[in-house]
């Protein structure tokens, strides 16, 4: 397992991890902002604070917990964090996106360690999640499966589907962390395909459902740990982000959900992430 970080310590991480996304994407010329801004408070803290039972030595053990992310257009976050856990070298993330790089725009499975599913078709996830989360319990294992998933996903009839099955098959073995930031590529999700009431739709299928700051790393960390707690029924954490979470001029607007910061941009971005973190961070300390 990584090493356990104090919540300052998460803090920080999640401010690097921040400042690798922006770097990454200004580099790659391409790729989405705002939700990987967003989500880097709660990789951080599955990552970095105890929950997970994962060993970047031996990112196959049998015995590992799952992490799967359907929304695969946030992989920079995900690799950021992946590379500051140890699962492979810092250097590699200047490659996302390039032609030949383990680093492409969705996750890869079989090429990156840390990598459980490959995703792209939105709305997969839960699918995959539940049916890890299903054979686990045929095969009487223990590790957990956690799906990482976007509001905007819920437009998709299957993500239904897996909720229905995680329900009937009562997987307290699963917990699903929906990216609440209310946006999507086409706008604002209640403009698109209104999802409210959110918490009541997960109670009537008859889940545990969670609602949380998604940037309150001991909230998060507590709502984590409640979720292990929660026996006969699958686990919904609603996780309230704020798209572009750090950066002023991208925090809250849709347009930066699929579009990479110019060279200008990343200058300013990173400018005020190191000012958040009170102190200059290197290229790749």
Same mark, same amino acid.
């Given at each position: 397992m990584t090493?356990?970080?104090s919540e300052q310590q998460l803090v920080d991480i999640a401010n690097q991890i921040r400042q690798d996304v922006v770097k990454m994407l200004v580099t790659a010329k391409s790729g989405h902002t705002?939700?990987?801004l967003g989500m880097a408070d709660i990789f951080t803290t599955l990552y970095f604070s105890g929950v997970l039972n994962v060993d970047p030595s031996n990112p196959t053990c049998p015995d590992r917990d799952r992490v799967v992310l359907s929304n695969g257009h946030i992989c920079p976050v995900l690799y950021a964090t992946l590379a500051r856990a140890g699962f492979f070298p810092l250097d590699e993330l200047s490659t996302l996106r390039k032609l030949g790089s383990r680093l492409q725009g969705h996750p890869h499975r079989g090429t990156l360690p840390g990598i459980e599913t490959t995703s792209g078709p939105l709305g997969s996830g839960l699918s995959q999640s539940a049916g890890m989360a299903y054979a686990a319990r045929m095969d009487k294992q223990k590790w957990q499966v956690y799906c990482l998933g976007s509001d905007g996903e819920h437009d998709e009839g299957n993500?239904? #589907?897996a909720v229905m099955f995680a329900a009937k098959y009562k997987l307290d073995n699963l917990t699903y962390i929906i990216?609440?930031?209310n946006i999507q590529i086409d706008g604002h999700t209640e403009d698109v395909m209104p999802l409210e009431l959110l918490r009541a739709k997960y109670e009537a299928f008859n889940w545990h459902v969670l609602e949380i700051d998604g940037h309150n790393i001991g909230v998060i960390h507590d709502a984590l740990q409640e979720a292990r707690s929660i026996v006969g029924k699958p686990v919904v954490i609603i996780a309230y982000t704020i798209p572009g979470k750090g950066v002023e001029f991208?925090?809250?607007?849709?347009?930066?959900?699929?579009k990479a910061p110019s060279?200008?941009?990343?200058?300013e971005a990173l400018s005020e992430l190191r000012t958040l973190s009170g102190?200059?961070?290197? #290229?790749?300390q």
């Open positions: 090493e356990i970080k705002a939700g990987s993500t239904w #589907e990216d609440r930031n991208m925090e809250f607007l849709p347009e930066w959900h699929g060279a200008a941009e990343a200058v102190r200059i961070d290197s #290229e790749h």
